[in-house]
């Protein structure tokens, strides 16, 4: 029999950070991690306070989408940041900084190469081992809650229904049941890590990053609803836009699905 809980002694043996994960709540069944953390009522408010849950009922994607994880195999959590410092920082410097902890963690632990799409997707191979949802909550112009949703495919062998991207698990790509403890720490280890450098050096995070995604340089079509553009993927500039050079100029794109062309 193949174990099916989450053993929070172990998981707390391997995390190594001092605010991150310190707040930590397990839950066998939320609509979505990341409504129960911007929820104000529900009076969480430490900085770094985590929520894994087994399953989400109305578990959300980017743009309306929903997302699917079997329950008990993979990792769907949220992360409540409230530190003052980081919500008046660029919050599309720590969606990228994000991708780039889960990518860096999944290289880290299991020898896998994996690569970055813009804006913050982890893929191996060509296909979505993990997706990022930021939410907020705003009074005025000032965010009093970001809220960082993150699935990872761990050990999920088969996906149903369509998808955009073709999507895989860890456990698919190296043929091995996978530690969920073991990654969630060392995921939550690289994330504090990658946050330091959002307040300090934002450009290490850019830096990092770019050398993570494959399709710079490459003809890209952007699409966002009824909005089609293709260009070449010139850059990411200091915002974390992308840049799209499309008749010689470059234009910033602030949304959109990226894909091949
Ligand atoms: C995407 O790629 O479209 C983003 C997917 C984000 C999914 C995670 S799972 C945990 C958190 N709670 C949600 O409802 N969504 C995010």
Redesign the pocket.
């Given at each position: 029999m193949e174990k099916q809980f989450f053993d929070l002694e172990y998981f707390d043996l391997k995390l190594d950070t001092d605010h991150i994960g310190r707040h930590f709540v397990y839950a066998s069944e939320v609509t979505?991690?990341?409504?129960f953390l911007l929820d104000e009522r529900k009076k969480y408010s430490q900085n770094g306070t985590v929520l894994l849950a087994e399953f989400?009922s109305?578990?959300?994607?980017?743009?309306q989408?929903q997302?699917h994880?079997q329950p008990n195999a993979n990792l769907?959590?949220?992360i409540l940041l409230t530190d003052p410092a980081l919500l008046s920082a660029n919050p599309n410097i720590i969606n990228l900084a994000t991708s780039l902890a889960v990518a860096v963690s999944i290289e880290n632990l299991y020898q896998l190469r994996t690569e970055l799409k813009w804006p913050?997707?982890v893929l191996i191979d060509s296909k979505?081992v993990a997706?990022?949802?930021l939410e907020s909550v705003s009074r005025g112009k000032r965010i009093e809650r970001l809220v960082i949703?993150?699935?990872i495919n761990v050990n999920q062998t088969a996906f149903q229904s369509k998808f955009n991207i073709e999507p895989t698990s860890i456990r698919n790509e190296t043929g091995q049941k996978v530690d969920r403890e073991r990654l969630l720490a060392e995921f939550l280890n690289c994330f504090e890590e990658q946050l330091s450098y959002v307040k300090r050096s934002p450009s290490n995070i850019l830096k990092s990053w770019k050398l993570k995604c494959r399709m710079i340089g490459e003809r890209i079509t952007i699409t966002d609803d009824d909005f089609v553009k293709h260009g070449i993927f010139d850059d990411i500039d200091n915002n974390g836009f992308l840049l799209l050079k499309t008749d010689g100029k470059d234009e910033v794109m602030k949304f959109g699905d990226v894909s091949l062309r």
């Open positions: 979505s991690t990341n409504n989400q109305e578990g959300k994607g980017r743009k989408r997302w994880s769907t959590f949220s913050n997707d979505k997706g990022i949802l949703g993150i699935g």
